[in-house]
């Protein structure tokens, strides 16, 4: 596999010309903001999933999987019991975003280095993705 330093603009260009791997990802951000949302303000209020759970009237189990990033079960009407627990108001806003962008970072940022295998053809992708985990605001 060859390194490259530019590896946003293989994305970009991955992601430009996939929309179904675009729509993937944006999926994955939007999951991905709400569980960590949800994760800092309950931490920031010194609330354990289970207290607000209670707040919330409902189980810390649900607690738990609003906190995964990779549930997808939510709905608008838990999301806002909980937002209302933390003492919080849900907002909900559409608009038009660049079509291969994903949505826009949340205040704590991942680094990570991407290795492309550039043998592939374009309809096989290769990409091995190396986290240094989360950092301060």
């Keep these: 596999m060859t390194k490259t330093k530019n590896y946003g603009d293989k994305i970009r260009h991955r992601l430009a010309n996939d929309p179904e791997l675009a729509a993937k990802v944006d999926d994955a951000a939007l999951n991905m903001r709400i569980a960590e949302e949800i994760f800092r303000i309950r931490n920031e209020r010194g609330l354990s999933q289970k207290n607000l759970a209670e707040l919330a009237k409902t189980h810390q189990s649900v607690i738990a999987r609003l906190e995964d990033a990779n549930y997808q079960g939510y709905s ?62």
């Design 76 to 137: 608008v009407k838990t999301l806002a019991r909980v937002a209302r627990a933390l003492g919080c108001k849900l907002f909900v806003e559409f608009y038009d975003a660049p079509k291969y962008l994903p949505l826009p970072p949340v205040q704590h940022s991942m680094h990570f280095n991407y290795e492309f295998d550039d043998t592939l053809s374009d309809d096989q992708t290769a990409v091995e993705i190396h986290g240094t985990g989360i950092l301060a605001k």
